[in-house]
């Protein structure tokens, strides 16, 4: 475990304790959860978390994050998995024996070391799709940014992490590749899984775009995920009104090719107010706004001459949504009322517009490369990921939700999502499968690497109801608009003055 500068014990934050108000034994009901987990868990995880299999681990139980959201956790991490068990007498034995390995370490979720261990082999199967890409012959055209455009053979590549963590290969003509060779690359043929599809992925992309505007054109409250299955690359349309999806709507996209299912739609998610003492102010950390309400504080960045604080560009009201850059003394962000994160006037940049959603502001206290993961750094950011691509079912983005207080994970769902939803707009999204709600935007979406160092990929800035359907804007890691970089060392440094922080490394996964 990383050690890192440590607050006297009287000034340590003190959290709730993780069996709320229900304490080790007897019926838990929701109301006697904490705040931030009686609106977010599922009846099943309350029900699990009452079951015999898991009475000694709650009798046991020790941890910050509280007990039922943990097993929340659990059970939706795992449902992303065949290899991961949802079995009540397995998850006992795990939750009371807590083993700390690479699953705690890297992901915040407890793991057998046997789970641990296929985890890791999954992560590093992933990590030859790129290869397999190029294998494949498809050209590919991509501005960093922007959405790719490839061949008219290429389908997509993903990976399947609920059939063996195969890797899916999606090809309109299978026999126009050279298989062998991808099999080769894969690992063994029986890693590999091709498919014939019919519609390539640039059709696809169109389609999406096509049924996208002219829902939003009649004013049809709905959206349009692209869901990575077994068949191929599939359009869901979802909307809390299904009906208002008309027939002649669907039409203009082949049958085929799209579903509709009932769900709530992307808003921006704009926490609990936990007060942590000066010394332990860092990312990660619920935040209030003044004027503009409650976000979370995503990372840490510097320029020049000042450190930043960085969150979602649509905490704040107006005028500090769209903000030029420039000095003010009308803006103020607190940590629970108790600390001014930002005193006196301070340089502030924030756009929210056009796809775009970040924010920065010049603060005393964004002067490390911490990453909080409950309580206290146990991370550090030491680079910075452009990503040529965010791999479908592979990678991992975590993170530190200010109105949880804690870390948690999850898989990427969709690349270049496009959303039109008020506040929401854009069409360079990330979809990724991690729990969210209001106040949560502005986290820092991290990835894991190497043990305890994470990158720092995205800011958290929209959601759609739980279980996987948050969204992050890829541009904000752009160089492009950013004139500023992130704090990033291979250790973790305090106290440093922005003159003293080099250029992060690039790591491009």
Same mark, same amino acid.
């Given at each position: ?19 709320? =108000? ?71 034995? #795990? ?124 004013? $049809? ?23 208002? $999806?008309?027939?002649? #709507? ?14 709530? #739609? ?107 993961? $409950? ?32 870390? $948690? ?30 106040? =949560? ?69």
């Amino acid at each position: 475990m990383l050690a890192v500068p440590s607050a006297p014990a009287s000034a340590r934050y003190d959290p709730r304790p993780g069996l709320g =108000d229900y304490g080790a034994q007897g019926p838990i009901d929701r109301g006697l959860l904490p705040e931030y987990a009686a609106d977010r868990v599922d009846d099943r995880a309350i029900a699990l978390a009452q079951a015999p299999q898991l009475a000694a681990a709650r009798t046991s139980w020790n941890v910050e994050m509280d007990f039922v959201f943990h097993v929340d956790y659990q059970l939706k991490f795992r449902s992303q998995t065949d290899y991961l068990s949802t079995d009540p007498s397995h998850l006992g034995a #795990l939750l009371k024996n807590r083993p700390q390995n690479l699953g705690i370490d890297t992901l915040g979720l407890y793991m057998t070391d046997g789970e641990a261990a296929e985890f890791t082999r999954r992560q590093e199967r992933g990590d030859r799709i790129p290869l397999i890409r190029a294998a494949i012959g498809e050209s590919e055209s991509k501005v960093e940014g922007q959405e790719p455009r490839y061949g008219p053979n290429f389908g997509g590549v993903w990976q399947d992490q609920l059939d063996g963590g195969a890797i899916v290969v999606a090809l309109v003509d299978p026999s126009r590749a050279d298989q062998a060779r991808l099999a080769q690359i894969a690992g063994g043929k029986e890693h590999l899984r091709v498919i014939d599809v019919e519609y390539s992925w640039n059709q696809v992309q169109g389609y999406r775009d096509t049924l996208l505007a002219a829902l939003d054109k009649r004013g $049809v409250p709905a959206g349009v995920r692209v869901n990575s299955t077994g068949q191929g690359r599939k359009l869901e349309v979802f909307s809390p009104d299904p009906k208002s $999806v008309t027939s002649d #709507l669907l039409g203009l996209v082949p049958g085929s090719l799209v579903s509709v299912v009932e769900g709530p #739609l992307d808003v921006e998610e704009a926490p609990p107010t936990d007060t942590h003492p000066e010394a332990e102010q860092q990312p990660g950390l619920s935040i209030e706004l003044d004027p503009g309400g409650t976000c979370t504080w995503g990372i840490n960045g510097h320029s020049t001459v000042w450190n930043y604080l960085v969150t979602a560009g649509h905490c704040g009201d107006p005028p500090f949504e769209e903000f030029a850059g420039a000095f003010t003394d009308d803006l103020e962000i607190h940590q629970n009322d108790s600390f001014e994160l930002t005193p006196g006037s301070q340089y502030l940049e924030s756009r929210n517009s056009a796809g775009w959603d970040f924010k920065r502001m010049a603060s005393p206290q964004a002067d490390s490369n911490c990453y909080h993961a $409950v309580g206290s750094c146990i991370r550090y950011v030491q680079w910075r990921a452009f990503h040529n691509s965010w791999e479908v079912g592979s990678d991992i983005v975590c993170a530190s939700l200010g109105t949880t207080n804690t870390y $948690v994970c999850g898989t990427v769902a969709e690349e270049n999502y496009s959303s039109t939803a008020a506040g929401c707009e854009g069409s360079r999204w990330v979809r990724y499968n991690v729990d969210t709600t209001n106040g =949560d935007s502005g986290s820092g979406l991290i990835g894991p690497v190497a043990s305890p160092a994470v990158t720092i990929d995205a800011i958290h800035a929209c959601g759609s109801g739980t279980s996987g359907f948050g969204n992050t804007a890829f541009d904000v890691m752009t160089q492009t608009i950013l004139t500023w970089d992130f704090n990033c060392a291979n250790s973790v440094v305090t106290g440093r003055a922005p003159t003293a922080w080099a250029a992060c490394p690039v790591l491009d996964r």
